[in-house]
T-cell receptor, first 112, second 112 residues
Framework: DAGVTQSPTHLIKTRGQQVTLRCSPI?????VSWYQQVLGQGPQFIFQ???????GRGNFPDRFSARQFPNYSSELNVNALLLGDSALYLC???????????FGPGTRLTVL | GENVEQHPSTLSVQEGDSAVIKCTYS??????FPWYKQELGKRPQLIID?????GEKKDQRIAVTLNKTAKHFSLHITETQPEDSAVYFC???????????FGDGTTLTVKP
């Protein structure tokens, strides 16, 4: 079975630009969560979606937005990039959002 | 909001020794406590989890204990092996699969 997939693997952007990260959940999973992991720290919760509806939002500015599509894949958008947005962005999926999460390999975003 | 503190930040043991990593949490409503192992450049992988109605859970060489009164939980690894070397994260959430708050990680090094 394919696990959670994310694209792209790596991304380099400059300050002020916008970025879109993509996540495909495990087949059958209807919930996707996004996390930001800054080097040397634990993942920080950004969003959770279930059945295309936002179920939870972490303490991130409005520059961060996300959506989930009918096929349960998801996109995370970050506008007006700052140097501090440089991090590994992890996607995790689960069946209902109330069970075990499985993480994808992440997208490494570097903002110059 | 929830705050999770994890100690120690680094831990070095000899092969065959035991390793213990401790976490404390602040939100008494938290009910689900997973532990993740993250090898360099790879995704976090769930290694064991515990719910608040259980005081201890064991899976081969790995065990987790939970003290809800004191709001702390611990990961115990016995008979450590070099392949146990990784960063370990604890997390807490009110519901399984929901918004998880992570500790900052413990870098475990097992010396052959």
């Amino acid at each position: 079975d394919a696990g959670v997939t994310q694209s792209p693997t790596h991304l380099i952007k400059t300050r002020g630009q916008q970025v879109t990260l993509r996540c495909s959940p495990i087949s059958g999973h209807k919930s996707v969560s996004w996390y930001q992991q800054v080097l040397g720290q634990g993942p920080q919760f950004i969003f959770q979606y279930y059945e295309k509806e936002e179920r939870g939002r972490g303490n991130f500015p409005d520059r961060f937005s996300a959506r989930q599509f009918p096929n349960y894949s998801s996109e995370l958008n970050v506008n007006a990039l700052l140097l501090g947005d440089s991090a590994l962005y992890l996607c995790a999926s689960s069946y209902t959002g109330l069970d075990t999460q499985y993480f994808g390999p992440g997208t490494r975003l570097t903002v110059l | 909001g929830e705050n999770v503190e994890q100690h120690p930040s680094t831990l070095s043991v000899q092969e065959g020794d035991s390793a213990v990593i401790k976490c404390t949490y602040s939100d008494s409503a938290s009910n689900y406590f997973p532990w993740y192992k993250q090898e360099l450049g790879k995704r976090p992988q769930l290694i064991i989890d515990i719910r608040s109605n259980v005081g201890e859970k064991k899976d081969q060489r790995i065990a987790v204990t939970l003290n809800k009164t004191a709001k702390h939980f611990s990961l115990h690894i016995t008979e450590t092996q070099p392949e146990d070397s990784a960063v370990y994260f604890c997390a807490a959430s009110i519901i399984q699969g929901g918004k998880s708050t992570f500790g900052d990680g413990t870098t475990l090094t097992v010396k052959p």
